[in-house]
């Protein structure tokens, strides 16, 4: 699916429009995991999905965080660090241009394309998203619905840190980065 994004460092998540997630075939936005995100326009509580792939250009990542987030006018979403996370980036606000380059030095070891540091990077944020959110649904027992809530959203990190050990396996990365 196509779509258009505005350029967002502050945003954490890609985040799309539920009429994105519609062309995508994601039709029950309900019963996604929801975490709630400091946004421009305050607290809100977003659904969680995981893009299979994102392409922007010549540029192409697998398996990225996102949020549904309210529609905007004239666009279809936020372009986050979920995805912009994955490169060095400059702007060339002359050319109004977003320039993407690899994150590895030349010459530095890197596995699927990304450096030890990505590595140990990606499983502690995973990591930690799973220990706040397990914490969280242990001080919420009372209120089951939102324990349940809370159970949904660290089994999506879980389920994701489990495709990223995969793929590190996969890869030949070394155990001790993870």
Not at 32 to 42: D, E, F, H, S, V
Not at 65 to 75: D, N, P, R
Not at 84 to 100: H, T
Not at 111 to 116: I, L, M, S, T, V
């Amino acid at each position: 699916v196509k779509v258009k994004l505005m350029l967002d460092t502050g945003a954490s998540l890609i985040s799309i429009t539920s009429e994105v997630c519609k062309k995508l075939g994601i039709k029950e936005i309900l019963n996604l995991p929801a975490i709630q995100l400091q946004t421009a326009n305050g607290i809100v509580q977003n659904p969680l999905l995981v893009l299979d792939k994102v392409k922007i250009g010549g540029v192409e990542i697998e398996t990225v965080e996102a949020s549904v987030g309210k529609t905007m006018l004239g666009i279809d979403g936020l372009l986050g660090m979920s995805f912009l996370s994955n490169f060095q980036m400059e702007i060339d606000r002359i050319k109004s241009e977003l320039i993407l380059k690899p994150l590895a030095k030349p010459g530095e070891q890197v596995w699927d394309g990304k450096p030890a540091f990505w590595w140990k990077s990606k499983f502690k944020y995973y990591n930690t998203q799973i220990n706040e959110f397990k914490l969280k649904a242990i001080h919420t027992k009372d209120l089951s619905t939102s324990e349940k809530k809370i159970t949904k959203v660290v089994r999506f990190y879980e389920d994701l840190y489990k495709k990223l050990a995969l793929r590190a396996s996969y890869f030949g990365l070394p155990k001790k980065l993870y």
